[in-house]
């Protein structure tokens, strides 16, 4: 929830994000003094002058300001401006001397003998606070990397800061932040390089992105004490008001990290907020639209999902991690992009969007690898399907081919082997393709050789790899040994729920009833954990069924009616099962009734209007009468069973069963 709320703050700061400040600095830098030469501060202006150049400043910069009135015309020039813009910084580096509780900054050619001197020829930080003090409903900075003492009480020295009192503390005005490169008593080192410790350090945090403006004093203090072991410490004092000032705004690459960061930790409603966020500031940057298409799809949010990945892809047609994207958690793995929503592609043009993907991505093994699986799941295409898949084996085979996936993946973990990654999903693609032609053994080559990279490996990659074995063992009817593996599946990925629905099959199969409710449980539970809600709800569905094969009646309507509620009637299978309960239990008006409304969602009603009124009472006379759920009871079985026996008494036809009680329903 923190999480949460630092979004939402951030959402009141778009406004100040949003927009182009106007920024300006004045930057002085003095060196050339008759006595107490420095080598170091026109370097640092400079170096500074740099830096706030980069970051969208007007730059005043003055070096070696010889007298009283060249230094007041700097910045009488800087104060001049100050109203029309957003944002001043003042940098001085040089010498700076307290007098009576006042500081002076010296101008470098000035005869300074005596603290009457010192009053005459000195500039008072007042004269520069003035400008400042007017704007307070903006930011103001101003650094004075200066001596912190009195020059005069010991002979000038190449040291900005010799023992003494110091410079007097100065109260920032409203809308300011005034920092000192060290606390007074303390030395601030000219530096034995070209520049300070001070002035290199704060340069490089001015340059970080998302740091707020305290943030970026904090790292210096952090910085300069590590380096001078603690003899210099940087001071600031902050009467800044408003929203939180950043120097340099988050880049699009780095909203990017961060979302894929929360989409990795499963943070998605924070991730689609800080998308928002994002395309706000960068609404034509495709890869950020890319990313907020990955986080509705995680959310099911599929028609907002395909509408980025297709704003992604009008913006930039090579943005291939809007095809698809695998996204490693760590447990277990989700695929999303484009192809994971071709029901809102118009008819027949699905397989353009892969064909398309890979004529601008001919080198990527994984364009190959998931128009393989689109063949083979969609089309029944096992030919076309296993020649893509050869085609994405043989350019992983060629390392120099990696960089071209690497697009296609979120890993949790950035360390692993990428190479062994590619080829097991591959072969694991090359196992579920023989799987499905009945090539079992064929299935079982190739799961070995993913289970083989991956022995000592945890993660989704391994876990797949053993539930492809587990899967193909199954086939073969080897259901002790599918057993094993599916186990071995949970050990590497726990959180993946399709490894308990298949044991659970596994359990009902071999009698072992308690088991396999206990894995339903499991995967409801995971389920609920990560909130998808395809899962939960098939969890649920898969034990009532398994509870009424085994005539738990009761049991299996507690589960059906509760899913009924959030499915919100969508799913008319839930009344073909309550149907049979309720025909076994002899109520015979609420089997009828489920009956009904279960063959009116399957469009059986709507594809056969003309049966007239009484359409229901007529099915006895149709001959091309057949539902499409008929096997339905074998969901909770080994797919191996071939002849699983009825779990009703009556016809093992399931479309004789329904007629025959409609007959004798309405005689």
């Known amino acids: 929830m923190r999480s949460l709320f630092v979004l939402i703050f951030i959402i009141f700061s778009i406004v100040l994000f949003g927009q182009e400040e106007k920024r300006l600095a004045l930057v002085i830098g003095n060196s050339n003094y008759e006595k107490g030469a420095l080598k170091n501060p ?42 029309e813009y957003d944002v001043a910084f003042i940098y001085y580096a040089g010498h700076g001397i307290q007098v009576d509780n006042e500081n002076f900054l010296l101008p470098t050619k000035e005869e300074f003998l005596s603290e009457d001197d010192v009053l005459d020829f000195g500039v008072s930080v007042q004269n520069v606070l003035r400008y400042l003090e007017s704007e307070s409903e903006k930011v103001n900075i101003l650094i004075l990397d200066a001596c912190r003492d009195n020059p005069f009480e010991l002979k000038w020295n190449a040291t900005r800061s010799l023992k003494g009192s110091g410079l007097a503390k100065i109260p920032p005005p409203t809308g300011s932040l005034i920092a000192f490169s060290t606390d007074a008593g303390s030395t601030a080192a000219d530096g034995a390089s070209e520049n300070s410790i001070y002035c290199k350090s704060l340069c490089k945090n001015f340059l970080l992105e998302d740091i707020s403006i305290d943030q970026v004093f904090r790292n210096v203090r952090f910085d300069v004490l590590n380096e001078t072991n603690r003899k210099q410490r940087p001071v600031e004092s902050s009467q800044l008001t408003g929203q939180t000032f950043y120097l340099l705004k988050p880049s699009a690459n780095l909203y990017i990290q961060k979302i894929d960061s929360m989409i990795t930790n499963k943070m998605f409603n924070e991730g689609l907020l800080l998308s928002n966020i994002a395309i706000f500031l960068y609404p034509e940057n495709s890869t950020l639209l890319t990313k907020r298409g990955h986080v509705n799809s995680l959310l099911e949010n599929n028609l907002e ?19 698809f994207t695998q996204i490693d958690f760590g447990n277990d793995l989700d695929d999303v992009g484009i192809i994971q929503h071709l029901n809102f592609v118009e008819l027949g043009e699905e397989l353009d969007v892969y064909d398309n993907w890979i004529s601008l991505d001919k080198n990527n093994a994984i364009a190959y690898q998931e128009r393989a699986r689109y063949f083979n799941w969609e089309l029944n295409e096992v030919d076309l399907s296993i020649k893509d898949l050869d085609t994405a084996l043989s350019l992983v085979k060629n390392d120099s081919n990696h960089k ?65 074995k587990a899967s193909s063992l ?173 779990p009703w008494k009556g016809n093992d036809d399931l479309n004789f069963e329904i007629k025959d009680f409609i007959t004798k329903y309405y005689n």
């Open 42 to 83: 026109v370097n640092d202006a400079e170096l500074v002058a740099k830096t706030l150049d980069s970051l969208n400043f007007d730059v005043i910069l003055k070096t070696n300001l010889e007298s009283r009135s060249e230094f007041i015309r700097a910045v009488r020039e800087f104060g001049q401006k100050r109203a």
């Open 305 to 323: 999902a395909f509408k980025d990945y297709s704003s992604a892809l009008k913006i930039n047609p090579k943005q291939v991690d809007a095809y």
């Open 404 to 468: 071209y996936s690497l697009n296609n993946y979120i890993l949790k973990n950035p360390e692993i082997n990428f190479s062994h990654y590619l080829l097991s999903t591959i072969y694991i693609n090359f196992s579920y393709v023989y799987q499905d032609c009945q090539k079992y053994e064929n299935a079982l080559k190739f799961a070995n050789l993913s289970c083989n990279l991956n022995k000592s490996k945890k993660g989704p990659i391994a876990g797949w790899s053993y539930y492809s």
């Open 474 to 646: 199954e086939l073969l009817g080897r259901l002790d040994d599918a057993e094993k593996f599916y186990k071995k599946s949970i050990e590497k990925m726990p959180d993946q729920i399709q490894n308990f629905l298949s044991l659970a099959k596994i359990y009902n199969t071999k009698g072992k009833i308690e088991s396999a409710i206990a894995c339903y449980d499991n995967a409801h539970k995971i389920s609920n954990q990560t909130g998808i809600k395809f899962w939960k709800n098939l969890s649920i569905f898969y034990k009532a069924i398994l509870n009424y094969t085994n005539n738990n009646y009761y049991l299996a309507l507690e589960s059906l009616n509760r899913l009924e509620y959030l499915e919100e009637n969508q799913n008319s299978r839930i009344h073909l099962v309550k149907f049979l309960i309720y025909k076994d239990l002899n109520v015979f008006d609420l089997a009828i009734r489920d009956l009904e409304n279960y063959l009116i969602g399957c469009c059986f009603y709507h594809e056969n209007k003309n049966l007239g009124e009484d359409w229901f009472k007529e099915i006895p006379l149709n001959k091309n009468f057949k539902i499409p759920d008929s096997d339905f009871y074998k969901w909770v079985y080994s797919k191996s069973q071939k002849n699983i026996a009825v």
